[in-house]
């Protein structure tokens, strides 16, 4: 690169390039990790944002900068740039580059990544999960149907109520084809609710590449009620969510009824 070639801010300053050293994160893309390589990139700008390594509203490198200094695909980069934008990392000015940001301040469950990641990303402290039943079970014929279980099929079914600050905010289950249940009953810290089931999921390899969720309105059953502390009466928002990986495999299906008025939902919107 010609020192005509060296990006500068709107002030005039050159650019400072991603570090590839310190101790808080990892700098480099991991090839044998099962966790895709933009959401690697995301983490490391992020993270660097956070740091004050890379200032609001310093302009970011550019997409043929950061494969180049990453080795990876023009396409995984834009999927990258996407997120941070997404996530109120960064904004785009047109003609002028991507300019690092800070997010504004929300307390609400972006519906687009896990409930425990959503609140730590935000600061929160004071969440707590509470593991009800955990074990194999025969699954009802809408779990059978999202998970394409043949007849004879168990799933293991992971029951939890999330508080907020000691209120309880969310209740919470969870069906795995028995495969994935093994993995996710062996690990302590989601059996004991102090560990991310999301984070313990990629680890095992289960990585998303897709989901879909469905969100209503609606009244809760008694046993749900109870769970939550509320009349039965009482409207609750209910989201289900099916997710599959790179291969179309379907290993994750769950069922969260949230009570919005201690947790809001957001839902993050980008444009292509």
């Known amino acids: 690169m010609s020192v005509h070639d060296v990006p500068t801010k709107p002030d005039g300053q050159p650019v400072r ?3 590839r050293t310190g101790d808080a994160v990892a700098q480099t893309i991991e090839r044998d990790s099962p966790v895709a390589y933009y959401e690697q990139l995301f983490v490391i700008l992020r993270d660097q944002i956070l740091s004050g390594d890379i200032p609001a509203d310093e302009r970011l ?11 990876l695909s023009r396409a995984t980069v834009r999927q990258t740039m996407s997120k941070l934008e997404s996530e109120g990392f960064a904004r785009r000015v047109a ?4 300019f690092a940001s800070s997010p504004e301040q929300s307390t609400g ?4 990544e896990g409930f425990l990641e959503s609140q730590v990303r935000q600061g929160q402290t004071g969440v707590t999960t509470q593991v009800v039943d955990a ?5 009802a014929q809408h779990v059978a149907e999202a998970l394409e279980l043949a007849d004879d099929a168990q799933v293991f079914a992971l029951q939890r109520v999330r508080s907020l600050d000691g209120k309880v905010a969310m209740f919470s289950t969870n069906w795995f084809p ?18 991310s089931l999301n984070e313990t999921l990629r680890r095992a390899g289960f990585v998303s590449n897709g989901a879909k969720r469905v969100i209503r309105a609606m009244r809760p059953t008694e046993a749900v009620a109870a769970h939550l502390q509320i009349d039965a009466d009482q409207p609750v928002l209910r989201v289900r969510s099916l997710s599959w990986d790179a291969r179309g ?17 957001e839902v993050s919107v980008s444009a292509n």
């Open 249 to 265: 495999t379907r290993f994750d299906y769950y069922e969260t009824w949230v009570l919005t008025d201690i947790i809001p939902l």
């Open 135 to 139: 074990r194999l079970a025969a699954p």
């Open 61 to 71: 490198p550019s997409e043929m900068e950061l494969c180049r200094e990453y080795g």
């Open 109 to 112: 469950w972006t519906v687009e």
């Open 95 to 98: 003609r002028r580059g991507v």
């Open 178 to 195: 028995k495969s994935v249940g093994e993995t996710v009953s062996a690990d302590a810290g989601v059996m004991d609710g102090s560990g």
């Open 17 to 19: 390039f991603p570090k």
